[in-house]
Nanobody, 123 residues
Framework: QVQLVESGGGLVQAGGSLRLSCAASGRTFSRYTMAWFRQAPGQEREWVASINWSGGTTYYADSVKGRFTMSRDTAKNTVYLQMNSLKPADTAVYYC????????????????WGQGTQVTVSS
């Protein structure tokens, strides 16, 4: 089992920045592909970004490319999502997810999920 706990959400004005963190515990964290998803009210869950087990490869949804950066610190069992130039459209609950297999953007490839952290961007 892998337990994931997100933090760092909050209220920010458009154009501002936030950094989300996801602390993992349980099985060998370093072997898992990690991802961030988000879900706005009334909308389906949307993939945001992924990072491979070594941290050497990252993938981003087109909607956040150039504004968001995902990273991981294996020593701290933590992944991060640095969000810059935030827009009201980025308002959502952000979820951290972990997969023990090759995965990028499909939610069903991820077996473990955190409880989510709310990000609200005001205009």
């Amino acid at each position: 089992q892998v337990q994931l706990v997100e933090s760092g959400g909050g209220l920010v004005q458009a154009g501002g920045s936030l950094r989300l963190s996801c602390a993992a515990s349980g099985r060998t964290f370093s072997r898992y592909t990690m991802a961030w998803f988000r879900q706005a009210p009334g909308q389906e869950r949307e993939w945001v970004a992924s990072i491979n087990w070594s941290g050497g490869t990252t993938y981003y949804a087109d909607s956040v490319k150039g504004r968001f950066t995902m990273s991981r610190d294996t020593a701290k069992n933590t992944v991060y999502l640095q969000m810059n130039s935030l827009k009201p459209a980025d308002t959502a609950v952000y979820y951290c997810a972990a997969s023990g297999r090759i995965a990028i953007s499909r939610a069903y490839d991820y077996s473990y999920w955190g409880q989510g952290t709310q990000v609200t961007v005001s205009s």
